[in-house]
Each structure stands twice: as structure tokens, then as C-alpha cells.
């Protein structure tokens, strides 16, 4: 997932003017794993997988025989999930009115909740070790596609509201719909993608309120401080 390591490289240039860099993820990452509501739906994602895994099969056969979408749909599904959705999210993090500093704000939260979401993927797929429907490689679980869409759908319902959050999340949807049209992924490697996704980037989104809405603590400080460069070398294979 070269995707991933470049996403990670410009998040932490990002957060590397920061002061509280650490403190801002590990805040992201424990509101992501110890909110009621991320909670829910992270038992309600574990337990659909369970009872849904030996249907896997039967859907990936009907997909490839039936089809679930126009070929057209698909390719341009999974440019939007593999590629354009990123630097998209980039854009209107900065082109929404503020100062350069609540500029700065969404560019960190937006940052952050992609790169987690990536990061987590890519741990998760490498310990699932789960062959794809069409045995190309053992990354299958959860689908990088579907979390990346969806961490995005996330940001974008925080950034601007349910009038763009609902679309982003309807098109969220369609990329799962199309990793199994594609024989990419396995229904509950779409299910799995979808949940992670909307809990890393609901949990920064919590942060993010947070910040914003707290005048006494401010996400860039006011004196000088040596920026904090956080280097992570991630291995593609």
C-alpha cells in the first residue's frame, strides 16, 4: 500500500510543527477505542463478520457471476478509494474559510484519521495474513479501500455537516460494493474496513471538537517551540 506510506509521510511533516503531536494521537487513538459509541459499533461489526462468514463464498460467487455493477462504476470506484479521495479530503480541509491556523487544525485532523485508519489497516492485514477471493496475495482482511473511504466519509460529516457527510458515506458504501465486484475482497473484509474507518475517524473527530471548541487550548502554541520531526519507516512489499 504505497498509498499509505506517502499519506503517513505528509501526516507526520504535518504534525511535526506541532507541539502536543503525541499527545494529539494518543488522544485520537484512545477516544477511537474507548468511545461508547465507537464501542457499539465496533461489537456490532465483530458480531455481523461471525455471522456472516460462511456466506463469503456464496457472495463472492454470485458477484462474479452476476455481477454487482457496471465495470465502468467500478474503475471509477476504485480510483475515487485508491487513490483521488486523499488529496481530495487535503483540499477541502484548506479551501473551508478560517485562519491559517484552524487551516493548519483540519489539515492535522484530517491527516491523522487517514494515516491512523492506514497504519491500523495495513498492522491488521499483515496479522490477519487472509488470502483474497482471487488468491492474488494474503491482504485481504480488513479491505484498505473501504477504511480509507470511510475514515474520509468521517471527516468530511465532521468538517461539513450530514448535507456532504451522507453522500461521502454513500460512496463509502459503493467502494466495499466494489472490491467484491472486483474479486478484491471477501464481504467481511468490507465490513471490517467500513467499521474501522468510521471509528478512527469519528474518534479524531471527538479530538478535534474538542480543540476547537476549548479557547484555552490551543493545538499550535504561541511561543516558540523546535518542532518534533516523527519519522516512521514502514516496509512495502
Not at 506517502?6 to 477511537?32: H, P, Q, R
Not at 457472495?59 to 465502468?72: A, D, E, F, P, V
Not at 462504476?73 to 481530495?88: M, N, V
Amino acid at each position: 500500500m504505497r498509498k499509505a506510506l506517502l499519506w503517513f509521510v505528509f501526516c507526520t511533516t504535518v504534525l511535526s510543527a506541532k507541539l502536543n503531536t503525541s499527545d494529539y494521537l494518543m488522544d485520537g487513538i484512545t477516544e477511537v477505542f474507548t468511545s461508547s459509541q465507537n464501542l457499539t459499533l465496533l461489537g456490532t461489526a465483530a458480531v455481523s463478520i461471525f455471522a456472516l462468514r460462511n456466506y463469503d463464498d456464496d457472495i463472492q460467487r454470485y458477484s462474479q457471476k452476476h455481477g454487482l455493477m457496471s465495470n465502468t462504476l467500478s474503475h471509477q470506484l476504485d480510483l475515487y478509494g485508491g487513490r483521488w479521495a486523499y488529496p481530495a479530503l487535503l483540499g477541502l480541509a484548506v479551501l473551508k474559510s478560517g485562519t491559517r491556523d484552524e487551516k493548519m487544525d483540519r489539515l492535522l485532523f484530517s491527516s491523522s484519521a487517514i494515516g491512523v485508519t492506514m497504519m491500523t489497516t495495513i498492522v491488521i492485514k499483515k496479522a490477519a495474513g487472509r488470502l483474497r477471493p482471487n488468491g492474488e496475495n494474503r491482504r485481504s482482511f480488513p479491505s484498505g479501500h473501504t477504511s480509507g473511504s470511510f475514515a474520509v466519509a468521517a471527516v468530511v460529516d465532521e468538517l461539513y455537516g450530514e448535507k456532504a457527510g451522507v453522500p461521502a458515506y454513500l460512496i463509502a458504501g459503493l467502494v466495499g460494493v466494489h472490491r467484491i465486484h472486483d474479486n478484491e475482497h471477501w464481504l467481511t473484509d468490507v465490513i471490517a474496513g467500513a467499521a474501522l474507518g468510521t471509528i478512527v475517524g469519528r474518534g479524531f473527530a471527538a479530538v478535534y471538537r474538542a480543540a476547537s471548541n476549548d479557547d484555552s487550548s490551543k493545538l499550535v502554541p504561541e511561543r516558540d517551540i523546535r518542532p518534533i520531526m516523527v519519522r516512521l519507516v514502514i516496509p512495502i512489499h
